[in-house]
């Protein structure tokens, strides 16, 4: 607190002793056998993941072309961001319909205006009441110990070494959170994000991220992934999933190309390479905006325990920095 306020900043003591780390219950959907788990608010990502799952089960998706499915990915993600841009906040200020967002009935209420033929304009899909906003050079780490206990964990420093001050010589690097809150209704952050009363400044409030540690227990399988990447982190774990429950290995789901929509800006990201021209142009054609970004984003780790083999792998985002190592084969 001393190095703070000596920088001209406003902490005291008071503040650091009111604040009490709060443990939450999980975020719980499925998607056909799969059962995923996930971050609950003031994280927007285990909602949005498990809505999105819910959209997409409802599409046999398995029988059509790459860029249908693309299109169709694309326009699952907008409908769970707007969703966010809506309802969701810290649940000890704002009262977030958990049961009706995760819900079967709302994710086909929010497909009834999807077209397979061409994009849905953000809006029409409501009033912009707008998103929110959430961290870059985040960690995240996936572990499982030999008895089988499994944590995916992602810890958020909201954007580039967040404040950019480490307070005296403590090494503290503090974190550049109050960007993660709606500075007023309709006002993008560092990310583009927008947001609505539900995310507004207050006292003591936590604000909403997008961080989305997560784990997927399937028949004879479990995943354990997460990733760092601001915004775009719910949509990398959503499509990094979708590869973990189709039976790909831990290395695909890293390695998988990376493409985002986020409701607003109404444009879809894509990382070099991440779309084919192909797929580019028939998107265009179907009334999307693209923006290519320059760079790769992302630094996934993931885990897979096979329970009918007996083994544990898993894979670090060659993106990124990091490592995956299995120390010990079979868990007990």
Known sequence: VNAVQAAGGIWTLDDLAQYQVIERQPIIGHYHDAKIISAAPPSSGGIALVSMFNMLEAFEHHEISKTDKTHLLIEVMRRAYF????????????KVPT????????????????????????????PLITETPKGENTTHLSVMDQYGNRVSATLSINFAFGSGFTAGNTGILLNN?????????GAPNAYGLV???????????????????????????????????????????????????EGAPPTAWVRYPRFHHQY??????????GL?????????????????????????????????KG???????????????????TPH
């Not at 969703?83 to 704002?94: F, I, K, V």
């Not at 995760?102 to 061409?118: E, G, N």
């Not at 607003?264 to 390479?273: A, M, S």
């Open 311 to 329: 083994k544990v792998s898993a894979a670090s985002d060659p993106r990124g920095i990091g490592a995956a190592r299995v120390l010990k084969q």
């Open 177 to 185: 959170e109050m960007d993660d809150f709606s500075a007023k209704p």
């Open 276 to 308: 084919s021209l192909q797929t580019v142009q028939s998107l265009e054609e179907r009334g999307h905006t693209l923006k290519p970004m320059n760079n790769t984003y992302g630094n996934m780790h993931g885990l897979l325990w096979d329970r009918v």
């Open 83 to 94: 969703d966010r841009a809506r309802h969701l906040g810290d649940p000890d200020y704002h």
């Open 264 to 273: 607003l800006p109404n444009v879809i990201q894509f990382e070099p390479d």
């Open 99 to 126: 049961s009706w967002l995760t819900s079967r009935d709302h994710a086909h209420t929010l497909m009834q205006s999807y077209s397979a033929t061409s994009a849905t304009p953000s809006e029409a899909l409501g």
């Open 195 to 245: 947001g609505s009363e539900a995310n507004a400044i207050e006292p003591g409030k936590r604000p909403l991220s997008s961080m989305t540690p997560t784990m997927i227990e399937m028949p004879d399988r479990i995943a354990i992934l997460g990733t760092p990447g601001g915004s775009r982190i719910i949509t990398m774990v959503f499509l990094a999933s979708l590869q973990a429950i």
